[in-house]
């Protein structure tokens, strides 16, 4: 129910990743653009050290988490305005398989 509540309010699924020390993510500046960017552990459980965004306009934002996500276990990321993305890369360290998923908000 907590998915399907967060894509009838404008979230987009941008990737789903193993967390490593570093993995990158292009984006389909397609998509739109975002406001803001959760983070959301779908299997096993990580450390999110940071997520460097590169935008459309070519500008980057780096962004601390600096938390262990469980399973089903969040963090949301304002992006400060509304912004089309280029690609997202996030770095952290994993524990047994972790896996996230970065979605967007429009």
Do not use: C
Not at 4 to 21: E, K
Not at 38 to 48: D, F, L, P, S
Request: avoid cysteine.
């Amino acid at each position: 129910a907590g998915e399907r509540d967060a894509r009838a309010r404008g979230w987009v699924t941008l990737a789903a990743m193993d967390i490593q020390r570093a993995k990158t993510v292009d984006i389909d500046e397609g998509l739109g653009r975002f406001r803001r960017l959760r983070v959301q552990a779908i299997r096993g459980a990580g450390y999110v050290d940071f997520i460097e965004v590169r935008y459309a306009n070519g500008e980057q934002q780096h962004i601390d988490v600096k938390r262990r996500l469980g399973r089903g276990e969040v963090a949301d990321i304002d992006l400060n305005g509304s912004h089309r993305l280029a690609a997202i890369t996030v770095h952290g360290e994993p524990d047994h398989h972790s896996q996230i998923e970065v979605i967007g908000e429009r």
